[in-house]
């Protein structure tokens, strides 16, 4: 897993977060879709889409919003993180990426830590907080989480599967915590 570490943010002033593709361009979103479906036992191009997609999310809001989630544990699978991995490769395409076309204007650095690792120095409670910190701004941004996202992003996942959370329940955490600061406690449904 990974962790990402981020700079003060420029100027940004879009009315609604870009697309994959607008954010790649046609011909470097095609080359990943492409090569991510090449793969053995890759899943359907539609499926490589979404993965992408949520990739250039990801990517999206740790530029916007460096000093929340800069520095933080990978809130999202290694699918996600091994997209993250082909963009960083492609030098020049990566550095036009995040200084151009993301809207924090600047480089966006990738570093592997163990998720063991990484838990032993904010603690569980301040993990656990951090990883919820992405749901708001997720949603503020790209609206509610829907069933292409969900398998991506690990908070979520967990959410769903584990809590027996609907995914419109976890997009009203934006509306409970009522800021994009974040929730300050995850509700949990009443099964009685």
């Known amino acids: 897993m990974s962790t990402s570490a981020a700079h003060a943010p420029s100027a940004h002033a879009a009315d609604r977060a870009p697309t994959a593709e607008e ?5 470097l979103h095609e080359e990943v879709v492409r090569h991510f479906s090449a793969e053995p ?3 359907s191009a539609a499926v490589v889409r979404h993965r992408v997609r949520e990739c250039l999310r990801y990517l999206y809001l740790v530029s916007r919003h460096p000093d929340r989630l800069g520095g933080l544990f990978l809130p999202v699978e290694q ?3 091994e997209i993250w991995h082909y963009l960083i ?3 020049r395409e990566y550095r036009e990426l995040c200084e151009q076309r993301l809207p924090g204007g ?3 650095h990738h570093r592997s830590i163990s998720y063991g690792a990484y838990q032993e120095a904010p603690g569980r409670q301040t993990a656990a ?7 708001p701004l997720y949603t503020a941004e790209f609206g509610p989480f829907d069933a292409d996202a969900l398998p991506h992003w690990t908070i ?30 995850v509700p949990v449904r009443d099964h009685t």
């Not at 954010?23 to 011909?27: E, R």
């Not at 959410?159 to 934006?174: K, N, R, W």
């Open 23 to 27: 954010l790649l361009g046609p011909t």
């Open 41 to 43: 036992d890759a899943p």
């Open 79 to 81: 699918d996600i993180d």
């Open 89 to 91: 490769l492609q030098t």
């Open 106 to 108: 600047h480089f966006i």
């Open 129 to 135: 907080e951090e990883a919820l910190r992405w749901i």
């Open 156 to 185: 979520v996942r967990f959410l769903h599967d584990e809590l027996h959370m609907s995914l419109t329940e976890i997009s009203g955490l934006v509306d409970e915590a009522g800021t994009p600061d974040g929730p300050k406690a």
